[in-house]
């Protein structure tokens, strides 16, 4: 039977602690009125400091929700829970989902990931009114003649 080192040690090797989130969360709970009772718990202490280096969970997921990328960890949370997933399922299932992602997601970018925005290549619309008596209007106007010659 394992004792509740070796379940903690499992469960936080599992769940990817790094040495730096290993410190800080011990250096956390210290101060703490009442330590973690679960791996995870404790991990999440770890990591805060972490995510706190990045915009916010909420505020990113909510951008992703209506197809706005503005930072690359945004990105590629969104292509982890699934871009579509987040246009469509219920907030209740995809924002659980996106918790998840998004504090893997900035661990790995501070380890070094390399998660790029890829610049959109879409031609601006632009229109310019044909000015009557310019020189577009008179070649407009020429060939629409020499097509009614053609079909009468």
């Given at each position: 039977m394992l004792d509740t080192v070796e379940v903690w040690a499992i469960a936080l090797t599992d769940l990817k602690i790094t040495r730096t989130e290993l410190f800080t969360a011990q250096r956390?709970?210290?101060s703490l009125e009442w330590p973690p009772t679960a791996?995870?718990?404790?991990?999440?202490?770890?990591r805060t400091e972490t995510a706190s280096n990045y915009p916010d969970m909420?505020?990113?997921?909510l951008a992703a929700a209506q197809g706005n990328y503005k930072h690359e960890v945004t990105l590629e949370t969104a292509k982890r829970v699934g871009t579509?997933?987040?246009k469509t399922q219920?907030?209740?299932?995809?924002y659980k989902s996106w918790q998840k992602h998004y504090v893997d997601v900035c661990k790995q970018h501070s380890e070094g990931a390399?998660?790029?925005v890829p610049e959109t290549h879409q031609v601006a619309?632009?229109?310019?009114?044909?000015?009557?008596?310019s020189e577009a209007d008179k070649q407009i106007?020429?060939?629409?003649?020499?097509l009614r010659r053609m079909s009468a």
């Open positions: 956390k709970s210290m791996p995870a718990d404790f991990l999440a202490l770890g909420r505020t990113e997921y579509w997933e987040l219920p907030e209740s299932i995809s390399d998660f790029k619309y632009s229109h310019t009114p044909v000015q009557a008596g106007t020429a060939k629409l003649a020499e």
